[in-house]
């Protein structure tokens, strides 16, 4: 994945979660799973 302004984000799976801590929360909405990354 790309940014806007050229520099990756990620290569794979594992990098993003190096460098991006992940939080997940459910949502009222029965199934629904809010994905966020924070940075380090």
């Given at each position: 994945?790309?940014?806007?302004?050229?520099?990756?984000?990620?290569?794979?799976?594992?990098?993003?979660?190096?460098?991006?801590?992940?939080?997940?929360?459910?949502s009222?909405?029965a199934?629904?799973?809010?994905?966020?990354?924070?940075?380090?």
């Amino acid at each position: 994945m790309t940014l806007g302004v050229g520099s990756r984000l990620r290569g794979s799976p594992d990098e993003l979660l190096d460098r991006f801590r992940l939080d997940v929360a459910p949502s009222r909405t029965a199934g629904v799973r809010h994905h966020l990354f924070r940075r380090k």
